[in-house]
Structures are given as structure tokens and as C-alpha cells.
């Protein structure tokens, strides 16, 4: 039953809009009701009502160890019991920093911050700040938090101004937005073209994992990177996602991409509130006090959370890259289960992996690199699927645009159960 979280669920909703502080967990493009989770132990989580769940969803991606790991929590309570914030310089942050900046060779300094919209934020204006410039060119599909100038679409007409994509966010910051579909060459060279010299920063995800796992190839990638090079805009690779999850250089390892300015979140907080942004020396050394781009933050590298990342990562970068062996070989199993179950049943729909993460195809043909080849009749199976597995004790985040996460905790047996619990849910809902 779901008595206890019903019972929540309708307290919330009177003290916090539709019950929640972050709106897809308010279940609304799945239907019914969220649980209110009491406890997280290693691949599950456990509700109020007692109900236990196989999670990949893993807290939206920080949790690449599991729920309440024990070298993590150790580190989180030794911290805690020596003062949970100073507001001061903490060994703790210098350590952190040392490995953020070794296992990427782009990155010489990095700062922290308390989330990744503010990592993205804060990136975006320095490369501001070092360019003179002011216009930022993303991408359709690509999420990178809700900072206003980032919360904007395209325009009617390619390479035009955006429009904001939130009430709240005025015309006039969206005009300094241009925004592009992924994977298309043209579009990109000819706005570089036309418009490279006013703008400050591209930015795009490492893997865009946040409207389907819309996969670039190695090709596109490197034209971004050149064509950022050719006309003196600085390129932003956002590794919130990808950031210690595909690799120790997240996406830039992966693609052999080497990006002015990275920003991350998630993985390096370990589930504590982190995020950083980094590069090179000279860039990074732009920032207050040292130069004229202002940024801060009261609670920024406190000693606790800076316990969770340096916990988080030390057991990641343990033996030599093990765990992302161990993360590719339990990817794998469960793309290749849940791609069976597709294919027994005559389903056009497929798998979309790198690494962990993996996304859900619900539909015919090749998986799509754009958000605009995500088609929409995928929310609707989705919705059933996403209850039917529910049922059965495996959580998937609740939106069709969503990508699943594999942590070190899941194993072959869960993850054959999950295989199992999708064979009986995808006959239930076809
Ligand atoms: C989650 C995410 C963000 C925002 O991070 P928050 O910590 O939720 O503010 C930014 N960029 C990408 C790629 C993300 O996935």
C-alpha cells in the first residue's frame, strides 16, 4: 500500500507547490502520485510504506556508489562532527580540488559552488567576463540548470534570438541566447559564421542526457570545438552528468575534446550539495579577488560536503578505473536484457546507452541525436511502462525524456530482476 506516503503527499501539497521542491518528481508526465522515500540502502530505495525499489534514478545521477555508501557516510559524519561550515578555507576543499583537477588534464583550477545550475551560471559569466562578449549560443535538448539566460528556446527562424522557455525570464536576456539543434554542422558553421565574433561561450553537454541520451558523434564535437577556436568564443563542456560518471575526464576523455571551461555537478558531491566549474589557469585566475568577474558563495566548499566528493571519487578512481570496468559491464548487461525484451515482443523501440546511463527509445528507427527526433507518442508507452514497473519494485524517473543511471551497488542479480520485471511489464502494457 501507500497509505504513509498518500498521507504525506497531501500535507505536502498544502505547504509546497504540486508537493515537491523540484518539479519533475511531481510524477506529473507519469500520472498518480509520488512516494515519499524514507531510506536508500545501496541499489534500492525504500518508501514510507515500506515498499522497496530497485532505483535507477540514484538521486538524478550523483549517487554512482549508491545509496548511503559506508566509506561516504563515514567521511559526511567525521566532517560534520568538527563544524559543518566555516566559511573559511577547509583542507578538505584543497584536497577535493587536487583530484577534480588531476583527473582532468584541462582543468588546472577549479571552484566550487553548491550546485550545477550555479557551476553553469558562474561559467558562463566569466567566459563573458574574459571575452567582452556577451552572447551564448546551447543547444536544444541540453539542460543546464535554471539560470535565466540559460532557460530560453530557439527563436522562429534558426540563428535568431531566443525566447525565454519560463515566465520570469525578460526578452532582453533571452536575446543573448542563441539557440541550435544538436548534431547539425551547417547550422552551427553558418552561425559561427555570421555571428562568431560576438559570442562569448557555446555550451553543451558532455553526452546530452537530459531529453533522451541524444549521443554526438566524435566529429560534430570536434567541429564545435574548432569552430569555437577559429572565432575566439570559449567552448563550455557540461560534465554535470558525465563529470566523473563516463570516466575520470567524463565526456572530454570520451570524446577527445578539450573544452575552455567544464562545469560539474552531481557525481562530485557524491549526493551532497556540489558543484564546480573549471580551467585553465589564466581563465580561471579572471575570478574575484584575483580579477573583475564577481562570484561567491556562503556555504561554497564546506567541509562536509567537500567529504562526500572526495569519498565519492576516491572510491571511484580506486584501482586503477575499475569501477568504470565494472560500470560498462553492468550497463551493458541491462541494455542488452532490456533490448531482448524489446525484440521478443516485435517492439521497434531500443536502448540508448553510454557507459551507466542509459535511455529508453520508445520508438522506430535509428536513436535519435536531436531533441526535435524524440518523438512524443514515447510519453504516453512511458507512462505505462513507468507504473507497471513500478509495481513490480524497480523505480524509473518519472519522465519519458529521462535517462536511467547504473550505480556501483546494482549487481547481475538485481539487474536480471530488472530485466525480468520489464520482460511481464512491457506484455502488460502492449
Ligand atoms: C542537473 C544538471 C544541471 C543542473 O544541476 P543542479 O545541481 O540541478 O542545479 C546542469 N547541467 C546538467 C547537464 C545537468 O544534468
Redesign the pocket.
Known sequence: DHDRSGELYRRACEVMPACVN?PVRAFRSVGGEPMFYERGEGCFVIDEDGNRYADYVCS??PLILGHAHPDVVDAVATAAASGLSFGAPCRQEVELAEIVTSAAPHLEMVRFVS??????MSAVRLARGATGRDTVVKFTG?????ADHLLVSAGSGLATFGTPSSDGVPESFARHTVVLPLDDEQAFVELMGDRGNEIAAVII??VP??SGLLIQTPDYMQLVRDECTRHGALLIL?????GFRLGPNGAAGLYGVVPDLA?Y??VIGGGM?V?AYGGSRDLMEKLAPLGPVYQAGTLSGNPVAMAAGIATLRTLLADGGSAYARLEELGARLEKGIARVFDEDNLPWSVVRVGSILWLALQDGEPPRRFEDIESACVETYAALHVALLERGVSLAPSAYEVMFVSLAHDEVVIDATIEAFQEAVEEIT
Do not use: L, Q, R
Open positions: 523540484s538524478w545521477g550546485s550545477g545550475t550555479e557551476a553553469v541540453c539542460y543546464h540548470g535554471h553537454e558532455g542526457a537530459n557540461d560534465e554535470v552528468i558525465t562545469t555537478g552531481k550539495p558543484g
